[in-house]
């Protein structure tokens, strides 16, 4: 397009028609590029280039609901998002190349995030440039101060927001505006004056006015102190798994047009979209959960979001960890965690936790029940979705480990799946039967279309049992006569370990540190002759162990204030943490004696904790602390010579001695059938001529 400029012109307005525009979007984020030149005689061209994009944002109800959301382009967004502080190990504030920058709405988008909050900060360009061009909502905060509302931090925050959105105001990925968090810097004497929530009211109408385009938040609340005008009533929760249920629930039934939850006092709802703006689980323990399995948590919070469709979404704190929060998806230095869900159900990522489609199975993610017990699995299927989808089904194995650790596979099933877009509803249970022997099973089901198309995965878990298992058990097992005789961890009778040796909730995890052993002495069945055994095996769950911080002989009460920079940078100090799987491993090497003969060397390639751990979790008590949460190890099993079962008959006791040399002091960690990963207690196992 071509426009003469008059003389001593100092502006110039052109409009350009596009008749079909191609909208941005989360799937296809279309961006127009934009040449604008001047050249005239006798100046030589000046060029600038820029780009735009194209989109709407508004609320609408959730189709066939009358549940808000926001939307994009009139198509409501199910909001899954995280929150961005946006720091880095080697420059804090500052990433060290752009395509690191890029790189952060990439990692967003690879486990199925459609948001981000940057996080009291002003955003980078360059990362609202990347939202831009690859697709990611950000919700962009004003930064806050600490202190009292007086005339100089309003004047800043005034300059700030104003300032902001100048800036920014074209960039198609933002959609809202958040003036406050917190309620920070808005409580005079710790009280938020009626006088200060009247600004605030005055700053999202000074946003509006700046902005008519997008959502203005008031302020990000953890104190149920939304004031008016705002359009969005968010609210913050710090919970463990198992609290998101009852909160969830009453969040949707106080939250309607009038209502004054989540509102400061002379306040009432309207009809904005109602949605998480953080949670997570890093606050929701004592003293916060340190660094932490925060996976298993985390996927019953999915499980439990999903249920309430009226919550238009949620904020996962965090995108990656900081100095005093550990729970990020990424560690400090965007390292990779691992949450082991794809080991429980083959395939499963955390994208299936963030899938628009979603079936959400039992409240619990492990329960107990009794061999041969019919169980009817509950599923809620949460499609926040209108692509055309056709011939779904539900795809369902029952499989696990028996007592002696050994995979069994007990039952399959399908059936179909109805849809329509946008279908949140309770379906028909699932129902399966137990096992008729005790074990840990584990029921995963995925949902297929017609072309056998996973579009989503999940899974649940059961502690099938009737009882402690006997110490000493005759069995018939695939054709086979087996003699087990099991003794628990804690029944040690001997024990030394150079840093230290320590017990977890009576017993049922025995922990030494450095270099070292343990001994058990088994009882010889006086009815029990060894010339009558074909083979024998002595098999535990195990693992290396780490003294963390919190463990040390010395260690003391973390001091100060985490969000003022006080306390300790050692995650492990906190007394409920236990570092997630991560990238960097912690490996030991545990020698297995019996009767003072080898009978066998195996490595332990670290001390791991995440959703593998499911026995470690369900002993968990539901008391705000964690001990040693979703720790779980590796399955060993050292064979037996005939020689030293003729010894063992002879001295009346079976001597096994575990070994960690100090060329290697990575510790051990021996689990019983209530902790780890499998239902099993260190065990001899007897087969029978």
């Known amino acids: 397009t071509l426009a003469s400029i008059a003389k001593g012109t100092q502006e110039v307005e052109q409009l350009i028609p596009i008749p079909n525009p191609r909208l941005w979007s989360l799937d296809d984020p279309f961006l127009y590029e934009v040449t604008v030149s001047v050249r005239g005689n006798p100046m030589i061209e000046d060029r600038v280039s820029t780009y735009f994009g194209m989109r709407k944002v508004s609320v609408v109800n959730l189709p066939g609901t009358e549940f808000p959301y926001v939307a994009l382009n009139n198509k409501p967004v199910y909001m899954q998002l995280t929150l961005d502080q946006a720091y880095h190990p080697d420059g804090f504030y500052t990433f060290p190349t752009d395509a690191f920058t890029r790189d952060e709405i990439l990692r967003s988008k690879s486990i199925g995030l459609n948001g981000m909050r940057v996080h009291i900060k002003v955003p980078l360009t360059r990362k609202l440039y990347w939202a831009d061009k690859l697709g990611m909502l950000i919700m962009a905060d004003l930064p806050n101060s600490w202190g009292a509302p007086d005339a100089d931090a309003r004047q800043e925050s005034e300059y700030t927001l104003k300032a902001m959105i100048e800036r920014d105001f074209n960039h198609p990925s933002i959609f809202s505006w958040i003036t406050f968090n917190e309620t920070w810097g808005l409580k005079t004497d710790n009280k938020y004056l009626p006088e200060t929530q009247k600004w605030v009211g005055e700053m999202v109408t000074l946003a509006k006015t700046l902005d008519p385009t997008r959502l203005v938040e008031d302020n990000s609340a953890c104190n149920y ?299 010889w069945p006086d009815n029990l002759d060894s010339n009558a055994i074909a083979q024998a095996t002595f098999r535990m769950e195990a693992s290396a162990k780490q003294l963390f911080g919190k463990d040390q002989e010395n260690a003391t009460k973390q001091e100060g204030d985490f969000m003022l920079g006080g306390g300790t940078h050692d995650p492990s100090r906190n007394p409920n943490a236990y570092p997630m799987t991560d990238e960097e491993k912690f490996p030991s090497l545990v020698r297995v004696r019996a009767m003072g003969e080898l009978a066998g060397s195996f490595e332990l390639s670290d001390d791991s904790a995440d959703h593998r751990g499911i026995l470690s979790w369900h002993a968990q008590p539901r008391d705000k602390k964690l001990r040693e949460a979703g720790s779980f190890g590796y399955l060993i099993s050292a064979a037996l010579t005939p020689e030293m079962l003729q010894k063992a008959k002879e001295q009346k006791e079976l001597v096994i001695r575990l070994e960690v040399d100090a060329a290697l002091p990575g510790g051990l960690a021996i689990y019983g059938e209530n902790f780890g990963r499998y239902p099993l207690d260190p065990s001899i196992i007897f087969v029978m001529k």
């Not at 996927?299 to 704190?317: E, I, K």
């Not at 499609?383 to 055309?388: A, G, I, N, Q, Y």
């Not at 909730?505 to 270099?515: C, E, F, H, R």
Request: glycine fraction near 8%; proline fraction near 5%; include cysteine.
């Open 225 to 523: 102190d939304h004031v008016t005008p705002t359009d969005l009533n968010t609210w913050h929760a710090y919970l463990p798994g198992y609290e998101w249920m009852d909160f969830l629930a009453n969040a949707c039934n106080n939250t309607y047009e009038g209502s004054t939850w989540n509102f400061a006092e002379g306040y009432k709802q309207g009809k904005q979209p109602m949605f998480n703006s953080e949670c997570g689980n890093v606050w929701g323990y004592e003293g916060s959960a340190g660094d932490v399995d925060w996976s298993w948590d985390y996927h019953l919070m999915m499980n439990a979001f999903r249920r309430f469709p009226q919550c238009a979404g949620w904020l996962y704190t965090e995108h990656h960890d900081v100095i005093n929060e550990w729970n990020g998806y990424w560690r400090y230095d965007r390292s990779e965690k691992y949450t082991g869900m794809e080991e429980l159900a083959p395939g499963m990522t955390l994208n299936d936790l963030h899938g628009a489609f979603y079936l959400a199975l039992s409240e619990e993610l492990c329960q107990d029940v009794k061999p041969g017990d019919t169980v009817k699995v509950p599923v809620f299927a949460s499609f926040m979705s209108d692509r055309p989808a056709s011939n779904l089904q539900i795809q369902w194995t029952l499989r696990g480990w028996t007592r002696l650790g050994e995979t069994a596979w007990y039952d399959r099933g399908s059936r179909e799946v109805p849809y329509t877009p946008w279908m949140n509803k309770a379906l028909e249970p699932i129902t399966v039967q137990m096992p008729q022997t005790p074990g840990l099973a584990i029921l995963t089901v995925a949902l297929v279309d017609g072309t056998q198309t996973v579009l989503h995965r999940n899974f649940t878990t059961f502690v099938v049992k009737d009882g402690a298992a006997p110490r000493d058990e005759k069995i018939h097992v695939d054709g086979k006569n087996l003699r087990v005789l099991r003794v628990a961890p804690q029944q040690f009778n001997d024990a030394k370990w150079s840093l230290k040796q320590w017990n977890v909730l009576d017993g049922l995890k025995v922990n030494g540190a450095g270099s070292g052993y343990f001994e058990y002495r088994i009882p």
